[in-house]
């Protein structure tokens, strides 16, 4: 059975930091391609950031230079540090895994597997 585990969400202040994690159990974490993608309400899925099995990382625009995914396939974790946060990267951050690296990162309905999600707000 395939799980993925966000925790580390919060509330913070503007211009603060946070750091989210994603354990993953049931697969072969350090081949699987990883994603962070996030909802705000009333708008769709967006994906945040990848990093796939060799390390190659993309991000989106609006967190270039903020955010930071990493991996530690020791620990079957995915991390993203969110730094200098702002009140429109408030939203329902989400891990998601997809085994190949094909295709385009940003689309959610190339990966397979989701977190349940965890909530982030930034307020100003």
């Known amino acids: 059975q395939v799980q993925l585990a966000e925790s580390g969400g919060g509330s913070v202040q503007a211009g603060g930091s946070l750091r989210l994690s994603c354990e993953v159990s049931?697969?072969?974490?350090?081949?699987?391609?990883m994603g962070w993608f996030r909802q705000a309400p009333e708008k769709e899925r967006e994906g945040v950031a990848v990093?796939?099995?060799?390390?190659?990382?993309k991000y989106a625009d609006s967190v270039k230079g903020r955010f930071t995914i990493s991996r530690d396939n020791a620990k079957n974790t995915l991390y993203l540090q969110m730094n200098n946060l702002k009140p429109e990267d408030t939203a329902m951050y989400y891990c998601?895994?997809?085994?190949?690296?094909?295709?385009?990162?940003?689309?959610?309905?190339?990966?397979?597997?989701w977190g349940q999600g965890i909530n982030v707000t930034v307020y100003s």
């Open positions: 049931g697969v072969v974490f350090s081949s699987y391609c």
């Open positions: 998601a895994a997809r085994s190949t690296s094909g295709g385009t990162w940003r689309d959610p309905t190339s990966y397979g597997y």
């Open positions: 990093i796939f099995s060799d390390g190659r990382t």
